[in-house]
């Protein structure tokens, strides 16, 4: 268990770079995504209030949230209440997702930011992002790891631990925890 080290990103250290320009860089989507009483537009724009409307359909696209957008009474018009009340906890993650798409950041962390979603739209959704973000670094933290099939690596982690490095093929064959998880989450599932 690391006690102390540094972090890189694409070969420069973190600690010498301006925490402005790292969190512009940075798209990071939490569990529970913050909106405020607003409207769908206002919220998807908030770190970016001149996106043009054609931009921000297009990551609401990205996120699996246009066409729920476009089911509510007033589209992106309509207001979603104090901290998104007036929406679901899935619809509010796809919101803070198109908020981050919009963003265009150069590494995507997402922390249990697809929790709330079925499992097929949190499919869809991951692959939108790969196909949108291609040659960025995309972070998934998530204890559901269907989602992780097409992961470049994946690393199994246990209180802070790490039990398991590889890829989907290579864990599965290693026939330890995350094959083990996985079957189990597969049987929960069917």
Same mark, same amino acid.
């Given at each position: 268990?690391?006690?102390?080290?540094?972090?890189?990103?694409?070969?420069?250290?973190?600690?010498?770079?301006?925490?402005?320009?790292?969190?512009r860089?940075?798209?990071?989507?939490?569990?529970?995504?913050?909106?405020?009483?607003?409207?769908?537009?206002?919220?998807?724009?908030?770190?970016?209030?001149?996106?043009?409307?054609?931009?921000?359909?297009?990551a609401?696209?990205?996120?699996?949230?246009?066409?729920?957008?476009?089911?509510?009474?007033?589209?992106?018009?309509?207001?979603?209440?104090?901290?998104?009340?007036?929406?679901s906890?899935?619809?509010?993650?796809?919101?803070?997702?198109?908020?981050?798409? +919009? %963003?265009?950041?150069r590494? &995507?962390? =997402?922390?249990?930011?697809?929790?709330? #979603?079925?499992?097929?739209t949190?499919?869809? !959704?991951?692959?939108?992002?790969?196909?949108?973000?291609?040659?960025?670094?995309?972070?998934?933290?998530?204890?559901?790891?269907?989602? +992780? %099939?097409?992961?470049?690596? &994946?690393? =199994?982690?246990?209180?802070?631990?790490? #039990?398991?490095?590889?890829?989907?093929?290579? !864990?599965?064959?290693?026939?330890?925890?995350?094959?083990?998880?996985?079957?189990?989450?597969?049987?929960?599932?069917?």
């Amino acid at each position: 268990q690391a006690e102390e080290g540094r972090i890189f990103i694409d070969g420069t250290d973190i600690s010498k770079v301006q925490i402005g320009s790292l969190r512009r860089q940075v798209g990071f989507v939490p569990q529970e995504s913050i909106l405020f009483d607003g409207t769908v537009m206002d919220n998807l724009r908030l770190n970016m209030p001149d996106a043009n409307y054609e931009v921000v359909i297009d990551a609401a696209r990205i996120a699996c949230a246009h066409e729920f957008i476009m089911s509510l009474p007033d589209g992106y018009n309509t207001r979603v209440g104090e901290r998104g009340g007036g929406l679901s906890g899935g619809q509010k993650q796809r919101i803070a997702i198109a908020r981050m798409v +919009l %963003q265009n950041p150069r590494m &995507i962390i =997402l922390d249990e930011a697809t929790a709330a #979603l079925d499992p097929t739209t949190e499919t869809l !959704l991951i692959q939108r992002l790969r196909d949108r973000f291609a040659g960025s670094t995309i972070l998934i933290v998530t204890h559901r790891i269907a989602a +992780l %099939q097409d992961a470049d690596r &994946i690393l =199994l982690l246990d209180q802070g631990v790490l #039990l398991e490095d590889g890829n989907w093929s290579e !864990l599965i064959a290693l026939q330890g925890s995350f094959a083990t998880l996985a079957e189990q989450q597969q049987a929960a599932t069917s």
